[in-house]
């Protein structure tokens, strides 16, 4: 089921190190933590941050600007479609937005929060994108790049709060699962759910790995 949220406004940050001998770049005086980095080309690189929302160089992190058109503050992470480098998803708090601009303007896609994003490699026509959406797990959108559909693609996993996701190959991909941690705290017996599960059938059936 997916619901409507209002949007709320944008804040901007960013303060991250890209390389060992590299100092930190502070983008914004109002910083916000990065959560994931994306590289589409060899210089250009978006970052999804924690109250800044998404952030685009195109000089390989030299200089950046804030996708004020994303309206969106969290924003957990990115991916690329694998048909067109312009094409980009972020999962944020406020749903799954898909820009067709390289972040000049932004669709959104979904309303629940999301989690992690990714997209399959073998997408042909339109793409095909795994989400993690807490209390469902993870979620197939097909034709994501045009009208999506969305199918619950859960069975055989533990739990439904997806901490990352990743395609190995066409229809093949990981995820990952928050643990029990009062579990595996102390004794550091197994946790009763979480972990790592792969899928070789985009998302029809996961096994624990």
């Known amino acids: 089921m997916i619901r409507t949220l209002r949007p709320k406004a944008l804040l901007a940050g960013l303060c991250i190190a890209f390389a060992a001998h590299s100092a930190p770049t502070r983008v914004s005086s109002n910083a916000g933590e990065a959560r ?4 589409t080309t060899g210089t250009t690189v ?3 941050t924690q109250g800044g929302g998404v952030f685009k160089s195109t000089n390989g992190g030299s200089t950046w600007v804030h996708q004020a058109a994303l309206p969106a503050r969290y924003a957990h992470k990115l991916a690329v479609s694998p048909l067109s480098v312009a094409r980009i998803y972020v999962a944020t708090e406020n749903g799954l937005y898909r820009s067709a601009d390289s972040g000049a303007t932004w669709t959104q896609l979904s309303y629940d929060p999301v989690t992690a994003v990714a997209v399959d490699p073998g997408s042909a026509g339109s793409d095909t994108v795994m989400i993690g959406v807490p209390g469902q797990g993870v979620i197939l959108v097909g034709n994501a ?3 999506p559909t ?7 996993l533990n739990g439904t709060y997806v ?15 928050q643990c029990n941690y009062e579990d595996v705290s102390g004794t550091f017996q197994e946790s009763q759910y979480g972990g790592a599960f792969r899928t070789t059938n985009n998302g029809t059936s996961w096994i624990n790995l």
């Open 145 to 147: 790049s045009g009208t």
């Open 150 to 156: 969305f199918v619950r693609a859960s069975t055989g």
């Open 36 to 39: 994931d980095l994306l590289w």
């Open 46 to 48: 978006y970052a999804a």
């Open 163 to 177: 901490t990352g996701l990743e395609y190995q190959a066409s229809g093949t991909a990981v995820v990952g699962l």
